[in-house]
């Protein structure tokens, strides 16, 4: 084997080394609004939903946000709607306008494309 080949080969190990540490959450929308609606959600909605993607499950049947913004018929619109107002038998759900829309526009920027 030539030392080009070897050096290609060990850039190669190297590079898929790296990509195995780099960090599995990236986010589609580092809007500063986006961040906002994380820091609401993790004040306000963490203790029923999964608010950051993650290998493990909630305690309860609310589904994850990256789950819910992945819906099809989801969109800023929708979740607007639903965060401003109570939802499910809990008190103290529903959020004003502004912020229920910072945390639409964070769930939504959980979305694959």
Excluded at 73 to 83: E, G, P, V
Aim: glycine residues 2%.
């Amino acid at each position: 084997m030539s030392g080009t080949a070897n050096a290609w080969i060990i850039s190669a190990v190297i590079a898929a080394a790296c990509l195995a540490i780099v960090p599995r959450c990236v986010f589609a929308d580092p809007s500063p609004k986006a961040a906002a609606g994380l820091k609401l959600a993790q004040q306000y909605c963490v203790e029923c939903h999964q608010v950051v993607p993650s290998n493990k499950k909630s305690w309860t049947d609310a589904p994850d946000f990256d789950a819910i913004a992945n819906r099809p018929n989801t969109t800023i619109a929708s979740l607007d709607a639903t965060i401003e107002k109570p939802h499910m038998k809990m008190l103290n759900t529903e959020r004003p306008a502004a912020e229920a829309n910072e945390i639409a526009l964070y769930i939504m920027s959980l979305r694959k494309h």
